[in-house]
């Protein structure tokens, strides 16, 4: 029999990420990690950070990491909001910004969070279908609603849209708050940076998970308008002031100062997608347009589901989605030519038996 404190709990359905192993055998392309380490430089600020520092709170306004991305972007430290992960910032940004009594709107097929912080903060939406090429149309956006929320590139279809998809999605919505989430912008999405000053309700956000190899140490941020900034430092202030701590702080302003490191690498990945993308096609595969560092692909004779299990099998992790429309597609991370290879070639394997 239920205790009567049971109906006091929270019933919600998580978020479940990419799975992590620690066997150091796996091919691991499942959680759109980057395969690069990140800039020496992040070492070296890890081996000079002094213990002792860790006695004091961190600056709350995270000021160092703040004006070096102020300045990576030619933006004012005003127009810069950090978070731990870009998770975290968000969910601070549903919070912030979603809250009218309309629906949000965001792509059916799409980061699949969204719909969990909308439970968590009981955030009314609505999903808009992709249109058949799994594209999104920005004037499907143009109804009324309590917001706009979605990735450029998205994910997990890898499709990225130009400044013009972004404007329009922003004409369309002058009475609301547009996130715009650029998770995967820096492997050759364009983005919508230019567009800031222009509209005062347009908030990017943008993580170093990927495209700074700093998936581990949790830094996301938001880029907007100072009005929209100070809500978003509003909401954070009023749940925990100190997401970000000392060692992060100093770790990823390392990571920002080495802007030669981080084009190297990116331009690494993108070309390693593009040899991976032909030689999937040649297996035939087929291989949705990608801006990001994983492709979405789909076998006219192998079930994705029976792919998966075979290469896991074989110690190589991709993603699987049981969701209408993509269930029998992968989506595979970009790794290091020499793991791509060798997915490669067990995928030869597979399709051979
Ligand atoms: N947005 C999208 C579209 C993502 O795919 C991810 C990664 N799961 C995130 C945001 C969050 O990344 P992180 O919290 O590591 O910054």
Redesign the pocket.
Known sequence: MNKPWQDKLRKITPYV?GEQSKDPDIVKLNA?ENPYPPSPRVQQALRAFHADGLRLYPDANATQLRTALARHFGLAADQVFLGN???DV?ALCFQAFFCADKPIFFPDLT?SFYPVWCSLFHIPYRTIPLDDQFRIRPDDYAPANGGVVL?NPN?PTGIGEGLDFVRRLLDNNPDAIVIV?E?YIDFGGTSALPLLDEYENLVIVQ?M?KSRSL?GLRV?FALASPALIAVLEAVKNSYNSYTMDSVTLAAATASVEDDAYFRQTCAQVVRTREQTARALQALGFTVLPSLTNFLLVTHPAAPAQALFDALRARKIFVRYFHLPRIDNHLRITIGTDEEMDRLLAALRDILAN
Do not use: F, K, R
């Open positions: 990420p759109n992960g870009s998770d968000l980061y990735p994910a989430d998770a993580t998970s998936a996301g």
